[in-house]
């Protein structure tokens, strides 16, 4: 009896030996992420994607998706555990299940990837993918990896051939010595024109928006503030950087420009050079406070150093315009002022004309009716009296050395303006008969068209916002009083009612453009808000119904980004009407909030499904090691002392390299992956 228990309790301690290492090698690592049908497209439970890269990568799925019909899944997970990323991207897909669809998932602590995919995406495709992710993950660049994967599925041709089969023998590395060579371009300079191919890929779904930022006044700052926070910043590096650089080149253009016109007339210039350079050292202060600020701050400081340097850039460049334009006058002064002698001899060609003109018309209407044009004649010749002064004085100065030319600007400006003074009063008595007979049979329409403009233009103030309405009340103001004056004047002057209630028409006209304009401006942001209101919306239902129904399962993080969430959007709803802008900006943080909610409770339920996993391989692996020592027993009972048996197999190892799976009869779809 003695011995037979010793040899029992001695086999029991063996068994339990041999079987530790199985029982070991069943229970799978705490990191592990289970394959599963995803409910979005973009996972990271490995946390290395930001808020703004996970959006960028969803912006280009979606382009994908309307461009293709095709879907990717993007998955950042931490291992694959013993799956391998092969079975683990299959069995995702399979759990997916659905076409057009391809799984780009990988392992960033084991440093393994997968690319599996439905036979809707063609070998060359899916070549394109790989080679597109591949480029990127050696250097960690998760997002610049999943852009340009899904950038190589967007620009893959229609016509890709789609009866390619790709195989890969474990036997011979031909195959994929030939495929590494392609790759690298035999040599690396066709990794060099991939690089810079994948750099380009990269940024294409920002590209866009990127270069509809730039378009933006930056006086608009409500059009700004409907910008992404990624976006406001590369705006705002661009612009401190362009206002440095304008900076510098009007110093050195002022100077120029006091040499050639003085101080006098480049007074504008230098104040505008003074007040750029003080709002750059402004910009660069807010700059650095942004590093600090919260996201919030952060996008306001970013929208003032874009509006106030983009204006200053604005007011530079204009300047700097005005007097190349004025440089190009001094070039072009001696055919200028050719040209004004000219004109000057075909008006006074036309004085004679005019003047009988105007007798014929004080023959036919009183002298009150001709009152806006009985003197025309006597001011056209006094115009061409000053046209011929400036003319001369213009000539005596073409003849100074360069540097002391700068009246001459002013002689021909003064030129100008009397020559088209002189055509204006004549023209007005040529025309006259006709406006005559216009204005007595159009002024009703005009008096009737010019207050329904005056009650739209009312109507646009009391619902725009807008700081400064002087312009428009004088503008307003005026109109009312032409229309007034128009009561007791038609008769009398029908001419000088017309012309009048015509210039008033005009201006208003013009500012009706700019406020109908704003309008539409308006109502495109309201739009814009109120898809911003309602995806923030249905993001946070999503998460709290994600939460709600998983009970504790979800910890506090989760829920205090949920709690978050729904304030801003409560704040967002609150300012809709009242502050659109700020309600815009609440808007997108209440869906960045409901995004990262959505995303940790995801990371407690995997977490919780991988603890149970775990626990329930660990109990198979106990049952199953009880097992073996029952057997192992029962046979001593039945054999006696001696022990034959054992454990053997293959073992466990590994490297780098991968499997490129191909098509069958023709299909596409397939799986590529390894390490990297």
């Not at 440093?111 to 070549?127: C, M, P, V, Y």
């Not at 041709?157 to 474990?170: G, I, K, N």
């Not at 980004?561 to 997108?588: E, N, V, Y």
Request: aromatic share 6%; with cysteine.
């Amino acid at each position: 009896m003695t011995k037979t228990r010793f040899f029992s309790a001695a086999a029991a301690a063996g068994l339990l030996s041999l079987t530790a290492t199985p029982v070991l090698l069943l229970s799978p690592p705490a990191a592990a992420e289970a394959p599963q049908a995803y409910a979005q497209q973009v996972v990271d439970t490995a946390d290395v994607l930001s808020v703004d890269e996970e959006t960028q990568i969803n912006q280009a799925l979606n382009l994908l998706e309307q461009e293709k019909n095709q879907k990717v899944y993007v998955l950042f997970v931490d291992s694959f555990d013993s799956y391998g990323p092969e079975v683990w991207t299959t069995r995702t897909l399979n759990a997916i299940g659905t076409n057009n669809t391809a799984v780009y998932a990988v392992a960033v602590k084991d440093r393994e990837w997968g690319l599996n995919a439905s036979e809707d995406f063609s070998t060359k495709t899916l070549d394109a993918m790989e080679a597109a992710a591949l480029s990127s993950l050696s250097n960690q660049d998760w997002a610049g990896s999943s852009l340009g994967l899904i950038n190589a599925a967007r620009n893959s041709s229609p016509t890709d051939d789609t009866t390619t089969t790709t195989t890969t023998s474990t036997n011979n590395g031909t195959g994929v010595l030939l495929t590494t060579l392609a790759a690298v371009g035999v040599g690396g300079g066709g990794y060099v024109a991939y690089s810079r191919r994948r750099n380009k890929n990269k940024s294409t779904s920002a590209t866009s928006d990127i270069d509809q930022a730039r378009a933006i006044d930056p006086k608009n700052t409500a059009a700004l503030a409907t910008l992404s926070t990624s976006v406001l910043h590369q705006l705002a590096e661009e612009e401190l950087i362009s206002t440095d650089e304008s900076i510098k080149g009007a110093r050195s253009e002022l100077s120029i420009a006091i040499g050639e016109f003085g101080g006098e007339r480049t007074r504008t210039f230098s104040r505008a050079l003074r007040h750029s350079e003080s709002t750059l050292q402004q910009a660069f202060e807010l700059r650095r406070q942004s590093e600090q600020a919260p996201e919030l701050e952060k996008r306001n400081l970013y929208i003032e150093i874009i509006s106030t340097c983009g204006q200053a850039d604005d007011t530079l460049e204009a300047e700097a315009q005005n007097f190349e334009q004025l440089r190009n006058l001094l070039v072009a002064a001696p055919a200028t002022l050719d040209r004004l002698t000219q004109e000057r001899v075909k008006l006074s060609t036309r004085l004679p004309s005019a003047q009988n003109t105007l007798e014929q018309l004080r023959s036919t209407y009183s002298e009150d009716m001709l009152r806006s044009i009985n003197d025309n004649v006597a001011m056209a010749k006094v115009s061409l009296s000053e046209l011929d002064k400036s003319i001369e004085y213009g000539r005596t100065l073409i003849q100074q050395p360069a540097g002391e030319q700068g009246g001459l600007v002013d002689a021909i400006h003064s030129a100008e303006a009397a020559q088209a003074h002189a055509h204006e009063l004549l023209t007005a008595i040529e025309t006259a008969p006709n406006d005559i007979l216009a204005a007595q049979t159009g002024i009703p329409d005009l008096r009737i068209e010019l207050q329904e403009e005056i009650n739209e233009a009312l109507e646009l103030r009391a619902q725009l916002r807008k700081n400064d309405w002087t312009q428009l009340d004088q503008i307003v103001a005026t109109a009312r009083q032409e229309l007034d004056s128009a009561d007791t004047h038609t008769i009398k002057d029908p001419l000088g009612v017309w012309r009048r209630l015509t210039a008033i028409d005009s201006e208003l006209d013009d500012m009706l453009e700019e406020l109908r304009s704003t309008h539409r401006d308006n109502q495109r942001r309201m739009q814009l808000l109120s898809q911003q209101i309602a995806t923030a919306e249905s993001t946070v239902q999503g998460a709290e119904s994600f939460i709600s129904t998983r009970g504790q399962v979800i910890g506090a993080s989760a829920r205090t980004k949920l709690a978050d969430a729904k304030r801003l959007l409560s704040q967002a709803i609150a300012l809709r009407d009242s502050d659109p802008i700020q309600a815009m900006s609440l808007a997108r943080q209440a869906y960045n909030a409901a995004v990262m909610a959505q995303r940790e409770a995801e990371k407690d339920v995997d977490r919780y499904n991988r603890q149970q996993t775990q626990r329930q391989t660990m109990n198979t692996g106990s049952i199953i090691a009880g097992m073996v020592i029952n057997e192992a027993l029962n046979s001593h009972r039945r054999g006696g002392y001696g022990y034959r048996g054992g454990f053997g197999g293959g073992g466990f190892g590994g490297g780098g390299g991968g499997f490129r799976g191909g098509g069958f009869g023709g299909g596409g779809g397939g799986f590529r992956g390894g390490s990297f």
